[in-house]
């Protein structure tokens, strides 16, 4: 069955962190890549990060460069994206997704129902 849940979300001030979870079915983690996306109102969905499961490469959006960082475990079939140095315009709902990969929606096949990120100023 294919299933990705998301958590961590919440509302943070600038400046400070966060941690989101992804935790997915044996199936979905199974997926070559495993990314995560955020949509903010009024705005189209954006790639965040994505990392590949083979060889644990990983790909930033130049937006989150230095600030958020990608990560899995195996053992618990689970992606992170550990977000430091938040700003007002990270604010959005995240989703983690399954699929080959890149930062382009289109190459995911399953998604998870998103957390919402808040961060004020």
């Known amino acids: 069955e294919a299933q990705l849940v998301e958590s961590g979300g919440g509302v943070v001030q600038a400046g400070g962190s966060l941690r989101l979870s992804c935790t997915a079915s044996?199936?979905?983690?199974?997926?070559?890549?495993i990314a995560w996306f955020r949509q903010a109102p009024g705005q189209e969905r954006e790639g965040v990060s994505c990392?590949?499961?083979?060889?644990?490469?990983?790909d930033y959006a130049d937006s989150v460069k230095g600030r958020f960082t990608i990560s899995t475990d195996n053992a618990k079939n689970t992606v992170y994206l550990q977000m430091n140095s938040l700003k007002p315009e990270d604010t959005a709902v995240y989703y983690c997704?399954?699929?080959?990969?890149?930062?382009?929606?289109?190459?995911?096949?399953?998604w998870g129902p998103g957390t919402q990120v808040t961060v004020s100023s």
């Open positions: 990392i590949f499961r083979s060889d644990g490469d990983t």
């Open positions: 044996s199936f979905t983690f199974s997926y070559h890549a």
């Open positions: 997704a399954a699929g080959a990969g890149s930062l382009h929606e289109h190459w995911y096949d399953y």
